[in-house]
Protein backbone atom coordinates (compact mmCIF):
# COMPACT_ATOMS: atom_id res chain seq x y z
CA UNK A 1 0.00 0.00 0.00
CA UNK A 2 1.63 3.26 -1.44
CA UNK A 3 0.55 7.01 -0.59
CA UNK A 4 1.76 9.32 -3.03
CA UNK A 5 0.70 13.23 -1.67
CA UNK A 6 -0.47 15.40 -4.23
CA UNK A 7 1.44 18.96 -4.19
CA UNK A 8 -1.29 20.32 -6.14
CA UNK A 9 -2.51 20.98 -2.79
CA UNK A 10 0.67 22.30 -1.14
CA UNK A 11 2.24 25.96 -1.60
CA UNK A 12 3.38 26.31 -4.92
CA UNK A 13 5.50 28.91 -3.33
CA UNK A 14 7.75 26.82 -0.72
CA UNK A 15 7.50 23.60 -2.44
CA UNK A 16 11.16 22.50 -1.41
CA UNK A 17 9.72 22.69 2.07
CA UNK A 18 5.88 21.18 1.63
CA UNK A 19 7.97 17.88 0.13
CA UNK A 20 10.00 17.73 3.55
CA UNK A 21 6.48 17.87 5.44
CA UNK A 22 5.63 14.31 3.72
CA UNK A 23 8.99 12.12 4.84
CA UNK A 24 6.51 8.84 6.04
CA UNK A 25 5.00 9.25 2.18
CA UNK A 26 6.69 6.82 -0.77
CA UNK A 27 6.84 9.45 -3.30
CA UNK A 28 5.44 12.17 -4.47
CA UNK A 29 2.57 13.34 -6.70
CA UNK A 30 3.17 15.65 -9.40
CA UNK A 31 0.32 17.42 -11.17
CA UNK A 32 0.94 18.91 -14.76
CA UNK A 33 -1.77 20.29 -16.46
CA UNK A 34 -1.83 22.32 -19.37
CA UNK A 35 -4.64 24.38 -19.22
CA UNK A 36 -5.50 22.56 -22.55
CA UNK A 37 -6.65 18.87 -21.59
CA UNK A 38 -8.10 20.12 -18.10
CA UNK A 39 -9.01 23.44 -17.44
CA UNK A 40 -6.35 24.33 -15.05
CA UNK A 41 -2.40 25.76 -15.11
CA UNK A 42 -0.38 24.03 -12.36
CA UNK A 43 3.36 23.69 -13.69
CA UNK A 44 5.49 21.78 -15.88
CA UNK A 45 9.12 20.81 -16.99
CA UNK A 46 11.16 23.58 -14.95
CA UNK A 47 9.56 23.08 -11.66
CA UNK A 48 9.96 19.46 -12.06
CA UNK A 49 13.58 19.30 -12.78
CA UNK A 50 14.29 21.62 -9.57
CA UNK A 51 11.91 19.02 -7.77
CA UNK A 52 13.88 15.94 -8.60
CA UNK A 53 17.01 18.01 -7.56
CA UNK A 54 15.99 18.94 -4.18
CA UNK A 55 13.33 15.87 -3.19
CA UNK A 56 14.49 13.12 -1.44
CA UNK A 57 11.60 10.95 -2.86
CA UNK A 58 10.79 9.97 -6.31
CA UNK A 59 8.25 11.80 -8.29
CA UNK A 60 5.12 10.54 -9.65
CA UNK A 61 4.77 12.88 -12.45
CA UNK A 62 0.82 12.76 -13.76
CA UNK A 63 0.59 14.38 -16.42
CA UNK A 64 -2.92 16.11 -17.41
CA UNK A 65 -1.81 17.26 -21.11
CA UNK A 66 -2.39 17.74 -24.58
CA UNK A 67 -0.02 15.55 -26.87
CA UNK A 68 1.69 13.47 -23.84
CA UNK A 69 3.39 11.66 -26.93
CA UNK A 70 5.25 15.36 -27.48
CA UNK A 71 5.99 16.15 -23.83
CA UNK A 72 5.84 13.17 -21.39
CA UNK A 73 9.59 11.62 -22.45
CA UNK A 74 10.93 14.83 -21.28
CA UNK A 75 9.62 14.27 -17.80
CA UNK A 76 11.74 10.99 -17.68
CA UNK A 77 14.53 12.41 -18.35
CA UNK A 78 13.86 15.21 -15.96
CA UNK A 79 14.35 12.38 -13.32
CA UNK A 80 10.94 11.62 -13.11
CA UNK A 81 10.67 7.80 -11.42
CA UNK A 82 6.89 7.77 -12.95
CA UNK A 83 5.44 9.17 -15.86
CA UNK A 84 1.71 9.01 -16.38
CA UNK A 85 0.01 9.64 -19.22
CA UNK A 86 -3.64 10.43 -20.23
CA UNK A 87 -5.45 7.65 -22.59
CA UNK A 88 -7.51 10.10 -24.11
CA UNK A 89 -4.74 12.18 -24.92
CA UNK A 90 -2.35 9.55 -26.06
CA UNK A 91 -2.07 9.11 -30.13
CA UNK A 92 0.64 6.00 -29.87
CA UNK A 93 0.54 5.25 -26.09
CA UNK A 94 2.15 1.64 -26.51
CA UNK A 95 5.07 3.35 -28.48
CA UNK A 96 5.14 6.28 -25.63
CA UNK A 97 5.08 3.87 -22.75
CA UNK A 98 8.13 1.79 -24.30
CA UNK A 99 9.88 5.27 -24.94
CA UNK A 100 8.81 6.37 -20.82
CA UNK A 101 10.18 2.85 -19.98
CA UNK A 102 13.31 2.83 -22.14
CA UNK A 103 14.71 6.24 -20.59
CA UNK A 104 14.27 4.60 -16.84
CA UNK A 105 10.84 5.76 -16.12
CA UNK A 106 7.91 3.83 -14.59
CA UNK A 107 5.34 3.80 -17.43
CA UNK A 108 1.74 4.76 -16.42
CA UNK A 109 -1.83 5.40 -18.54
CA UNK A 110 -4.44 7.19 -16.56
CA UNK A 111 -8.34 6.62 -17.26
CA UNK A 112 -11.09 9.64 -16.87
CA UNK A 113 -14.29 8.05 -14.88
CA UNK A 114 -15.63 7.73 -17.89
CA UNK A 115 -12.89 6.39 -20.26
CA UNK A 116 -13.53 2.14 -20.13
CA UNK A 117 -10.38 -0.10 -19.10
CA UNK A 118 -11.25 -3.05 -21.72
CA UNK A 119 -9.26 -1.82 -23.83
CA UNK A 120 -5.70 -1.74 -21.74
CA UNK A 121 -6.21 -5.62 -20.47
CA UNK A 122 -4.36 -6.60 -23.59
CA UNK A 123 -1.93 -3.90 -22.96
CA UNK A 124 -1.55 -3.95 -19.35
CA UNK A 125 2.17 -5.76 -20.10
CA UNK A 126 2.99 -2.51 -21.55
CA UNK A 127 2.80 -0.39 -18.27
CA UNK A 128 3.90 -0.49 -14.48
CA UNK A 129 1.14 1.40 -13.57
CA UNK A 130 -2.69 2.08 -14.74
CA UNK A 131 -3.99 5.59 -12.84
CA UNK A 132 -8.05 5.15 -12.48
CA UNK A 133 -9.23 9.25 -11.86
CA UNK A 134 -11.55 9.16 -9.19
CA UNK A 135 -12.72 12.70 -10.26
CA UNK A 136 -13.10 14.27 -13.21
CA UNK A 137 -8.78 15.72 -13.47
CA UNK A 138 -8.12 19.41 -13.43
CA UNK A 139 -8.79 20.22 -9.32
CA UNK A 140 -8.14 19.11 -5.76
CA UNK A 141 -10.64 19.11 -3.71
CA UNK A 142 -13.02 17.42 -5.57
CA UNK A 143 -15.59 14.28 -3.89
CA UNK A 144 -14.60 10.99 -4.69
CA UNK A 145 -16.50 9.18 -7.47
CA UNK A 146 -17.30 5.91 -5.83
CA UNK A 147 -19.57 5.31 -9.31
CA UNK A 148 -15.80 4.13 -10.68
CA UNK A 149 -15.08 1.42 -8.15
CA UNK A 150 -15.83 -1.26 -10.04
CA UNK A 151 -14.02 -0.42 -12.60
CA UNK A 152 -10.84 -0.49 -9.99
CA UNK A 153 -12.49 -3.98 -9.42
CA UNK A 154 -12.45 -4.91 -12.96
CA UNK A 155 -9.30 -3.59 -13.24
CA UNK A 156 -7.79 -5.42 -10.42
CA UNK A 157 -9.67 -8.50 -11.67
CA UNK A 158 -8.12 -8.27 -15.14
CA UNK A 159 -4.47 -7.77 -13.60
CA UNK A 160 -4.40 -10.55 -11.41
CA UNK A 161 -5.76 -12.72 -14.43
CA UNK A 162 -2.67 -11.44 -16.32
CA UNK A 163 -0.26 -12.69 -13.52
CA UNK A 164 1.41 -8.92 -14.29
CA UNK A 165 2.71 -6.53 -11.34
CA UNK A 166 0.55 -3.80 -12.42
CA UNK A 167 -0.32 -1.22 -9.79
CA UNK A 168 -3.70 0.23 -9.42
CA UNK A 169 -3.54 3.97 -8.50
CA UNK A 170 -6.57 5.81 -7.35
CA UNK A 171 -6.79 9.87 -7.73
CA UNK A 172 -8.97 12.48 -6.89
CA UNK A 173 -10.95 12.88 -3.41
CA UNK A 174 -9.00 10.37 -1.23
CA UNK A 175 -9.45 10.56 2.21
CA UNK A 176 -9.66 8.83 5.75
CA UNK A 177 -13.25 7.99 4.86
CA UNK A 178 -13.01 7.22 0.88
CA UNK A 179 -9.63 5.59 0.77
CA UNK A 180 -10.69 1.84 2.46
CA UNK A 181 -13.33 1.56 -0.24
CA UNK A 182 -10.52 1.93 -3.15
CA UNK A 183 -8.12 -0.12 -1.31
CA UNK A 184 -11.28 -2.87 -0.86
CA UNK A 185 -12.08 -2.56 -4.79
CA UNK A 186 -7.99 -3.52 -5.13
CA UNK A 187 -6.42 -0.17 -5.60
CA UNK A 188 -2.56 0.08 -3.95
CA UNK A 189 -1.32 3.19 -4.71
CA UNK A 190 -3.57 6.40 -3.39
CA UNK A 191 -2.80 10.23 -4.40
CA UNK A 192 -3.96 12.74 -1.99
CA UNK A 193 -4.43 16.11 -1.92
CA UNK A 194 -6.40 18.18 0.08
CA UNK A 195 -6.70 14.76 2.80
CA UNK A 196 -2.66 15.65 3.62
CA UNK A 197 -1.95 19.06 2.50
CA UNK A 198 -4.63 20.45 4.56
CA UNK A 199 -3.72 18.14 7.60
CA UNK A 200 -1.67 20.01 10.11
CA UNK A 201 0.40 17.11 10.41
CA UNK A 202 0.95 15.89 6.76
CA UNK A 203 2.99 13.19 8.06
CA UNK A 204 0.88 11.72 10.12
CA UNK A 205 -2.24 11.80 7.14
CA UNK A 206 0.06 10.01 5.28
CA UNK A 207 0.80 7.10 7.69
CA UNK A 208 -3.36 7.49 8.49
CA UNK A 209 -4.48 6.69 4.96
CA UNK A 210 -1.84 4.00 4.76
CA UNK A 211 -3.09 2.00 7.42
CA UNK A 212 -6.63 2.51 6.83
CA UNK A 213 -5.89 1.19 3.37
CA UNK A 214 -4.13 -2.00 4.73
CA UNK A 215 -6.69 -2.76 6.83
CA UNK A 216 -9.36 -2.57 4.34
CA UNK A 217 -7.53 -5.05 1.89
CA UNK A 218 -6.83 -7.52 4.77
CA UNK A 219 -10.37 -7.42 5.77
CA UNK A 220 -11.01 -8.28 2.18
CA UNK A 221 -8.40 -11.26 2.02
CA UNK A 222 -9.93 -12.02 5.46
CA UNK A 223 -13.48 -12.45 3.72
CA UNK A 224 -12.55 -14.63 0.74
CA UNK A 225 -13.78 -17.58 0.73
CA UNK A 226 -10.24 -19.71 1.18
CA UNK A 227 -9.37 -21.98 -1.35
CA UNK A 228 -6.82 -24.15 0.89
CA UNK A 229 -9.72 -26.21 2.47
C1 LIG B 1 -6.78 16.14 -9.96
C2 LIG B 1 -5.38 15.69 -9.63
C3 LIG B 1 -5.27 15.10 -8.30
C4 LIG B 1 -5.59 16.05 -7.17
C5 LIG B 1 -6.08 15.26 -6.01
O1 LIG B 1 -6.87 16.44 -11.32
O2 LIG B 1 -4.94 14.74 -10.56
O3 LIG B 1 -3.96 14.56 -8.11
O4 LIG B 1 -4.51 16.81 -6.75
O5 LIG B 1 -6.49 16.16 -5.02
P1 LIG B 1 -7.51 15.69 -3.90
O6 LIG B 1 -6.84 14.58 -3.15
O7 LIG B 1 -7.69 16.91 -3.06
O8 LIG B 1 -8.77 15.25 -4.59
ZN1 LIG C 1 -3.06 13.61 -10.10
Given at each position: ?????SILSA?F?????????????????VDVMDG??V?NLTLG??VV????????????CHLMV???????????????????????????????????????????????????????????????????????PGFG?????????????????????????????????????????????????????????????????????????????????????????
Open positions: MRVHPDTDLAAEVRRIPTADAVHHFPLPERLAQVSDLPLDEAPDRWAPAYAEAGAAGVTFHAEAAAAPVRLARELRRLGARAAVALNPATPVEPWVDLLGEVDMVLLMTVEGQSFLDVVLPKVRRLRAAISAAGLPVAVQVDGGVSAETVGRAAEAGADVFVAGSAVYGAEDAAAAVEDLRTRAAAAAAGTAASAPSDRG
